[in-house]
């Protein structure tokens, strides 16, 4: 027999229209993803948690190294300080100057056994008293005569300084003499003339001085003359054996023809 019309009808999944499958495919698919959220957050959370007790132990860290940097520092400075403080040495150096004064008194009294040798010479004395008295008055006018003698001594000792001191004058002396050089300017102005120049020789022979005796007129000439007599050199002048200080006067010509 045909079925009724009017008996109830099931539905199976078979014959679900197929709207409602798509809609509980997504309410799947969005309950899926919700969990994936939950879970992703709950990861984050767990891996962010660490850096936490990283930070902790540095500030611990901070703490101590605070704490011992003065506890190192402190003990230092007294060290120092103290080392300098004991110097009693100049105590001892005066203990030892009062042992050293005592012995010099010792030796004094030694020059007293010196004073009965004198009390005892002049006992004898008195009996040759007046023949010493004659003999004393005898010789007394012994030097009375060389105390006359003493003038005539007295200007033969002057006049033998003088004679040192004062260079004898010669006529010749044994010398060889620098020929003096032309200066230049006054060969070109035409300066000529003759410079005499005095010198004095020594015991030994060295030029002892050397001055212008007489000018050439002009004071390039005077020099170059000058400065020829120092560069010369001599021999002693020998005088009854003995060798003695001369002077002598040296002409030195400029001429333009030289």
Excluded at 102 to 129: I, M, N
Excluded at 132 to 161: D, F, H, I, L, Y
Excluded at 177 to 195: F, M, N
Excluded at 198 to 222: C, H, M, N, Q
Aim: hydrophobic content about 40%; glycine content about 4%; charged content about 15%.
């Amino acid at each position: 027999m045909p079925p009724s019309l009017n008996a109830p009808s099931v539905m199976t999944p078979a014959t679900l229209p197929p709207v409602r499958i798509r809609i509980a495919s997504t309410v799947a698919v969005v309950a899926l993803a919700h969990i994936a959220l939950i879970a992703a957050i709950m990861q984050m959370t767990q891996r962010q948690t660490p850096p936490l007790s990283l930070e902790s132990k540095v500030i611990m860290a901070q703490l101590l190294s605070q704490e011992t940097a003065p506890v190192a520092a402190a003990p230092a400075p007294p060290a120092l300080r103290s080392a300098p403080e004991p110097i009693p040495h100049p105590v001892v150096k005066k203990k030892v100057e009062p042992h050293v004064a005592p012995p010099r008194p010792l030796p004094a009294p030694k020059p007293a056994p010196a004073t009965p040798k004198a009390v005892t010479s002049p006992e004898p004395a008195p009996t040759a008293a007046p023949a010493q008295e004659s003999a004393s008055s005898q010789p007394a006018k012994a030097p009375e005569q060389p105390a006359a003698q003493s003038p005539a001594a007295g200007p033969a000792s002057s006049r033998e300084t003088l004679a040192i001191a004062a260079p004898k004058a010669v006529p010749h002396i044994d010398c060889r003499i620098v020929k003096p050089d032309y200066p230049a300017l006054s060969r070109r102005r035409g300066e000529t003339g003759t410079a005499d120049v005095r010198f004095v020789v020594g015991a030994t022979g060295t030029i002892e001085s050397v001055a212008l005796a007489k000018s050439s007129g002009y004071p390039r000439l005077d020099d170059a003359a000058l400065a020829a007599m120092r560069a010369s050199s001599c021999r002693p002048y020998v005088e009854n054996g003995t060798p003695i200080r001369v002077t002598y006067t040296q002409p030195f010509g400029f001429a333009l023809d030289d």
